[in-house]
Nanobody, 120 residues
Framework: QVQLVESGGGLVQAGGSLRLSCAAS????????ADWYRQPPGKTRELVAR???????NYADSVKGRFTISRDNAKKSVYLQMNSLKPEDTAVYYC??????????????WGQGTQVTVSS
């Protein structure tokens, strides 16, 4: 069974940094496009960053210049480097990825989420 597992969340002071990881496991040929979402307390889930298979990247306006999404295809992993964190970045962060199997079929999967808390 394909699984995505996030890690790297935690509690950090405003201005600090965290790096989130999303590791895929199972019978996986490739990760195609991959996203990081977040859901702040009491709010809806929102797209934070996206990286395509060809390494094209885009970001929500709220995180541009502070967050960087990246990938390691050999490790079947996606990362989110978060710098200059603000209290409003506090949320549960989720990885979402399109997984290509060996029959070239694409399916999307979600991780369980990792908590990021930024204190002032």
């Amino acid at each position: 069974q394909v699984q995505l597992v996030e890690s790297g969340g935690g509690l950090v002071q405003a201005g600090g940094s965290l790096r989130l990881s999303c590791a895929a496991s199972g019978r996986i040929a490739n990760i195609n496009d991959a996203d990081w979402y977040r859901q702040p307390p009491g709010k809806t889930r929102e797209l934070v960053a996206r990286i395509t298979r060809g390494d094209s990247r885009n970001y929500a306006d709220s995180v541009k210049g502070r967050f960087t999404i990246s990938r390691d295809n050999a490790k079947k992993s996606v990362y989110l480097q978060m710098n200059s964190l603000k209290p409003e970045d506090t949320a549960v962060y989720y990885c979402n990825a399109e997984i290509e199997d060996y029959d070239l079929r694409l399916r999307s999967y979600w991780g369980q989420g990792t908590q990021v808390t930024v204190s002032s």
